[in-house]
C-alpha cells in the first residue's frame, strides 16, 4: 500500500521569508511524487513532479522540492515567499507500476505581509 | 482552453435519490479519475479510467459507479446517496503515457446529501 503524510497542517511565514512544505510517502515501489496547489474554490493545479534523475525538481511560480530517497521525502520550497502563495498545498504519490495516485491530508500556507 | 468540466457546481439533495455528476475534458486524455476531498483526510480516489470502457477501483468506491462511454466523458454515479457522501468532488484528467503524467482538475463538485 503507498501512503502520503504531511505532517503539519499549517504553515505561517512572513513574505520574502524562505517557505518549506514538508511530505514523507511510503510505496513499495519506486515513487513518482507530484505538488499540487488549491486556491479557494478552485481544483487542484499542478506544481511540479518527480519522475527520476535530478533529485532538485524546479516547478511553477518559483517552487522547487527536493527528492530525499534515504529519508523518504519530498519537501516542497520557495527561497522568498509571496502572499499570494497563500493556499493548500497537497503531496502526492504513485508507485511507478501502478495508477492509483494517493494524496497527503493537505498543508495550509499562510504568507503575511 | 483545455479544462475539465464538472456538473453541477453545487447540489443539496435528499438521502436515496440517485444523481450524476457530469465530467468532461477536451484534451483527448485516455486517463480519467474520480476524488473526494474531506477536511483533514486530503484527497481519496474513488474510481479512475485508463480508456474508454477501462475503469477501476480507487480507495473508497463503495456507494458510487461510473461509466467511459466517450473518451471525454466520465460521469459519477451516486444510486442512493447517503450523508456520508457529503464532499467536495474533483474529476481530473492526464495523458495516459506512463503514471507520470500530472492531472488536470476541474473546479470541483459540491455535495450536499440530507
Known amino acids: 500500500a503507498q501512503s502520503v503524510a504531511q505532517p503539519e497542517d499549517q504553515v505561517n511565514v512572513a513574505e520574502g521569508n524562505p517557505l518549506t512544505v514538508k511530505c514523507t510517502y511510503s510505496?513499495?515501489?519506486?515513487?513518482?511524487l507530484f505538488w499540487y496547489v488549491q486556491y479557494p474554490n478552485r481544483g487542484l493545479q499542478f506544481l511540479l513532479k518527480y519522475i527520476t534523475g535530478d533529485n532538485l525538481v524546479k516547478g511553477s511560480y518559483g517552487f522547487e522540492a527536493e527528492f530525499n530517497k534515504s529519508q523518504t521525502s519530498f519537501h516542497l520550497k520557495k527561497p522568498s515567499a509571496l502572499v499570494s502563495d497563500s493556499a493548500l498545498y497537497f503531496c502526492?504519490?504513485?508507485?511507478?507500476?501502478?495508477?492509483?495516485?494517493?494524496f497527503g491530508a493537505g498543508t495550509t500556507v499562510t504568507v503575511r505581509a | 482552453e483545455a479544462q475539465v468540466t464538472q456538473n453541477p457546481r453545487y447540489l443539496i439533495t435528499v438521502t436515496g435519490k440517485k444523481l450524476t455528476v457530469t465530467c468532461s475534458q477536451n484534451?483527448?486524455?485516455?486517463?480519467m479519475s474520480w476524488y473526494r476531498q474531506d477536511p483533514g483526510l486530503g484527497l481519496r480516489q474513488i474510481y479512475y479510467s485508463m480508456n474508454v470502457e477501462v475503469t477501476d477501483k480507487g480507495d473508497v468506491p463503495e456507494g458510487y459507479k461510473v461509466s467511459r462511454k466517450e473518451k471525454r466523458n466520465f460521469p459519477l454515479i451516486l444510486e442512493s446517496p447517503s450523508p456520508n457522501q457529503t464532499s467536495l468532488y474533483f474529476c481530473a484528467s492526464s495523458l495516459k503515457g506512463g503514471n507520470n503524467q500530472p492531472q488536470h482538475f476541474g473546479d470541483g463538485t459540491r455535495l450536499s446529501i440530507l
Open positions: 502526492a504519490v504513485r508507485d511507478y507500476n501502478d495508477y492509483k495516485l494517493s
Open positions: 510505496v513499495s515501489g519506486n515513487p513518482y
Open positions: 484534451m483527448n486524455h485516455e486517463y
